[in-house]
């Protein structure tokens, strides 16, 4: 298996633009996560998916954050209007099962706001 | 809510020597527990699990022990590589009826290793 495929891998785009992140977990994977990594912050869970279904988006910083999950093997998130303090580095996951089997974790997208 | 504590770093070590990284959590159910790794410009990959207490998880020479009595995980390593550089999350997972499916994960430590 390829693993979770995450696109781009860098992005940088210029504060107010529109982002999209993608994700493609591993076949066969119930869940799907969308984490967010920065030296002040640590890693943070924005949103995850269950079947497809968004369970819990309580992570997602306001409403300019936004994800899917379209079908089971594609998810976006997307940031619009992008802001300076959006830049992290973004990782998707998934896992097989719930509490015990291990996140698969794709190598995640820079993003830069400038 | 369920939280996880980590030693803070960067921790130091010249190759060959004894690593400790200490891991506390809280939680009100019975969570499973985890350790990942990270190496630079990758995501994190998943090193050892416990699920219950008194388990040991072990791989690539790195143990470490669901500790229930002193909600403790810490992560152990007997002689280090400049290889296991890297960062060092430790995670848990409630296991009870709520069942969420998500990690909780520690703020992670840097681990340096010297030649």
């Known amino acids: 298996d390829a693993g979770v495929i995450q696109s781009p891998r860098h992005e940088v785009t210029e504060m107010g633009q529109e982002v999209t992140l993608r994700c493609k977990p591993i076949?066969?994977?119930?869940?799907l996560f969308w984490y967010r990594q920065t030296m002040m912050r640590g890693l943070e869970l924005l949103i995850y998916f269950n079947n497809n279904v968004p369970i819990d988006d309580s992570g997602m910083p306001e409403d300019r954050f936004s994800a899917k999950m379209p079908n089971a093997s594609f998810s976006t998130l997307k940031i619009q209007p992008s802001e300076p303090r959006d830049s992290a580095v973004y990782f998707c996951?998934?896992?097989?099962?719930?509490?015990?089997?291990?996140?698969?974790f794709g190598n995640g997208t820079r993003l830069t706001v400038t | 809510g369920d939280s996880v504590t980590q030693m803070e770093g960067p921790v130091t070590l010249s190759e060959e020597a004894f690593l400790t990284i200490n891991c506390t959590y809280t939680a009100t159910g019975y969570p499973s527990l985890f350790w990942y790794v990270q190496y630079p410009g990758e995501g994190l990959q998943l090193l050892l699990k416990?699920?219950?207490?008194?388990d040991k998880g072990s791989n690539k020479g790195f143990e470490a022990t669901y500790r229930k009595e002193t909600t403790s995980f810490h992560l152990e390593k007997g002689s280090v590589q400049v290889s296991d550089s890297a960062v060092y999350f430790c995670a848990l997972s409630d296991q009870g009826s709520s069942n969420t499916g998500k990690l909780i994960f520690g703020q992670g430590t840097t681990l340096q290793v010297k030649p």
């Open positions: 416990a699920t219950k207490a008194d």
């Open positions: 076949s066969g994977h119930d869940y």
């Open positions: 996951a998934s896992s097989w099962d719930s509490a015990i089997s291990p996140l698969h």
